[in-house]
């Protein structure tokens, strides 16, 4: 297995694990999320995967069969006028195929994020994680991850 930036032909893999990742929100949270849907068509994956400024990782086996797949997005707040102008790393999606799992694909992708924000010198790597995905929330905290800031919110 290796972990590699992803090309066009990986854009059919990464859509199977799109729906992958909707049907956990769905479960978690039908009231908000309509599953199995994806996230991105094939088309806005292809100008993404195009995008050096919204890297998409993916971890793929021997035969190229993508496993796993981290979505990134650099962010930064230049002359606001209360936020320092440093560079984020969002990690937008991270996501291991469920038939896969127990492998540490998932510490293989999140280890080369962090290599990849180190090498262009990222301050820092943020993501947000849904209170209804507890093993997600699990991972990030064994790569290191704290609590940033809370999102809250009142059904009415």
């Not at 088309?43 to 993508?66: H, Q, T």
């Not at 180190?118 to 290191?144: D, H, R």
Request: one cysteine or more; a negative charge.
């Amino acid at each position: 297995m290796i972990v590699r930036r992803a090309q066009k032909d990986d854009i059919p893999g990464i859509l199977e694990l799109l729906v992958q990742v909707d049907m956990v929100h769905h479960r978690g949270r039908p009231d908000i999320f309509k599953g199995p849907a994806t996230k991105y068509d094939a088309a806005e994956l292809d100008a993404i995967l195009a995008d050096d400024s919204s890297p998409v990782f993916v971890c793929v086996d021997d035969d190229g069969a993508v496993l796993g797949h981290a979505f990134c997005i650099h962010k930064q707040e230049i002359n606001n006028n209360v936020l320092t102008d440093i560079r984020t790393l969002y990690v937008d999606d991270i996501c291991v195929d469920e038939n896969a799992r127990g492998q540490h694909i998932g510490k293989m992708l999140f280890d080369h994020v962090r290599s990849y924000a180190l090498a262009q010198g990222f301050y820092n790597i943020t993501l947000n994680v849904w209170s209804c995905n507890p093993g997600a929330m699990s991972f990030y905290e064994k790569m290191g991850f704290v609590p940033q800031k809370v999102g809250m919110e009142m059904i009415i």
